[in-house]
């Protein structure tokens, strides 16, 4: 019942853009925190977006703000990230994950997640 399948990763050269999918079982999407995660290799997973599908609420990674935008387009339960002027330093892979921790997201980009995707990878080249 739950089901998070990401898709849009890809190579790209710096300064370019992807939009990445998360299509999401009903179950894992409505009124949940969902987000979008990356691990470069030898890295720890960072979060990079949060957003809360029922009210909207978005919060975002420091270092992707003003770049990347999280959407959620609840007819067909899916989460995006919309990932523009692309950097080396956004490489790896990206995960979606949803939370059954709570309502809402709370602690934001910090919020607790219970379920993963499977990932999907970005390679930005300089």
């Known amino acids: 019942q739950v089901r998070l399948v990401e898709s849009g990763g890809g190579s790209v050269q710096a300064g370019g853009s992807l939009r990445l999918s998360c299509a999401a079982s009903?179950?894992?999407?409505?009124?949940?925190?969902m987000g979008w995660f990356r691990q470069a290799p030898e890295k720890e997973r960072e979060g990079v977006a949060t957003?809360?599908?029922?009210?909207?609420?978005?919060y975002y990674g420091d270092s992707v703000k003003g770049r990347f935008t999280i959407s959620r387009d609840n007819a067909k339960t899916t989460l995006y990230l919309q990932m523009n002027n692309l950097k080396p330093e956004d490489t790896g892979m990206y995960y979606c994950a949803t939370s059954f921790a709570a309502t809402g997201c709370p602690g934001g980009l910090y919020a607790p997640m219970s379920y993963w995707g499977q990932g999907t990878q970005v390679t930005v080249s300089s």
């Open positions: 957003i809360y599908t029922g009210a909207g609420s978005t």
């Open positions: 009903p179950y894992a999407y409505s009124g949940r925190c």
